[in-house]
């Protein structure tokens, strides 16, 4: 199973929107609804931030949101803040009843 | 609010195993997955496996097949890997679903994580 493909990187100014993509499978991304985003900051375990898709556990704020398209999700950050800077991963479900993540995402705030 | 407490740091030498716990406080797993997922030096996360304590149902990605046993009661689950090489020097978390109902997949929702068990092998 090889990872779901993700940018390197992303950059945007405070304020500003960015949107990160996750490409999968037809065998993950393209096939379930159990697609989810992370944020890790450096030195700390990851953070769920979307669950099945579009969904926000309990105190994420709701300047993320997330969506999918075919094989490929999508996660905006809307009003980038200067605490939004961190990596960012993507994870789906598969066909082999396991979970792949992406490669991940490095967010900077310009 | 569950919390996963993990294990301390383990230094191993090539060709031996590891063991990591995993505590839920504040809660049980019972009816949750729990799933490890490891991050090797300044890479990515890596999804290993996971175990539904309240079926004993366990899933290993073909990578860790024969050398990755998982274990789990209702508060505390166990991450064996052996036949240790340098490429396995990483930081090992666990992860479940904090709160609320599932089913099937949806309660492997990795909402709540350890702190991470930072395993190094070297000779």
């Known amino acids: 199973q090889s990872a779901l493909t993700q940018p390197a990187s992303a950059s945007g100014s405070p304020g500003q929107s960015i949107t990160i993509s996750c490409t999968g499978t037809?065998?993950?991304?393209?096939?379930?609804?159990?697609v989810s985003w992370y944020q890790q900051q450096p030195g700390s375990a990851p953070k769920l931030l979307i669950y099945e898709v579009t969904n926000r556990p309990p105190g994420v704020s709701n300047r993320f949101s997330g969506s999918k398209s075919g094989s490929t999700a999508s996660l905006t950050i809307s009003g980038l803040q200067a605490e939004d800077e961190a990596d960012y991963y993507c994870?789906?479900?598969?066909?082999?009843?396991?979970?792949?993540f992406g490669i991940g995402t490095k967010v900077t705030v310009l | 609010q569950m919390q996963l407490v993990q294990s301390g740091a383990e230094v191993k030498e090539p060709g031996s195993s590891v063991k990591v716990s995993c505590t839920a406080s504040g809660g049980t797993f019972s009816r949750y997955g729990i799933s490890w997922v490891r991050q090797t030096p300044g890479q990515g996360l890596e999804w290993m496996g996971g175990i539904t304590p309240l079926s004993d149902t366990r899933n290993y990605t073909q990578k860790f097949q024969g050398r990755l046993t998982i274990t789990a009661d209702t508060s505390t689950a166990h991450m064996e890997l052996s036949s240790l090489t340098s490429d396995d020097t990483a930081v090992y978390y666990c992860?479940?679903?904090?709160?609320?109902?599932?089913?099937?997949?949806?309660?492997?929702?990795?909402?709540?994580w350890g702190q991470g068990t930072s395993v190094s092998v070297s000779s």
């Open positions: 992860a479940t679903k904090a709160r609320g109902a599932c089913e099937t997949v949806s309660c492997y929702t990795m909402d709540v």
């Open positions: 994870s789906s479900y598969t066909s082999s009843n396991t979970f792949v």
């Open positions: 037809t065998i993950d991304v393209g096939a379930y609804k159990y």
